[in-house]
């Protein structure tokens, strides 16, 4: 179906992340941080990103926030996928150009309804 990239700095989330993307037959491919992000992007050339927010480095705010400024992947779709679940977070997220927002701890059904509503 669709490519998604998943970045996120706890291995057992991107695992979670993996199964349930797979499991709706997505082609995944993970990373532990946000470096050298854009390098990856263009290589991997994604339907779709999943972004952590709290992670060492950039953080996904910032992350989404540089794609969405840059012309070669501005396009892409972005959920960030997060524990920060305050209001004032999610506007946050739609202010850098977030398409989707889901919040920490997550049903797999939540996930993908993220991702359709993202990618349509």
């Known amino acids: 179906m669709s490519k998604i990239v998943v970045c996120d700095d706890s291995y057992s989330e991107l695992q979670i992340i993996e199964g349930y993307l797979k499991a709706a037959n ?3 491919v993970t990373y532990p941080n946000t470096d050298k992000l854009e390098d990856k992007l263009a290589a991997e050339k994604p339907d779709l990103v999943i972004l952590d927010v709290v992670m060492p ?3 996904g705010f910032q992350a989404c ?3 969405k400024n840059d012309d ?3 396009h ?3 959920v960030l996928c997060t524990s920060k679940g305050q209001d004032s ?3 946050w997220g739609e ?3 977030a398409n989707g927002y889901v919040v ?3 049903k797999a059904e939540d996930l993908l309804a993220a991702v359709k509503r993202a990618m349509h």
Do not use: S
């Open 26 to 28: 997505h082609t995944v």
């Open 104 to 106: 920490k701890p997550f």
């Open 76 to 78: 892409i779709p972005v």
């Open 72 to 74: 070669r992947f501005k």
């Open 65 to 67: 926030r540089d794609l």
């Open 89 to 91: 977070d999610k506007f």
């Open 57 to 59: 480095g950039r953080n």
């Open 95 to 97: 202010q850098q150009g």
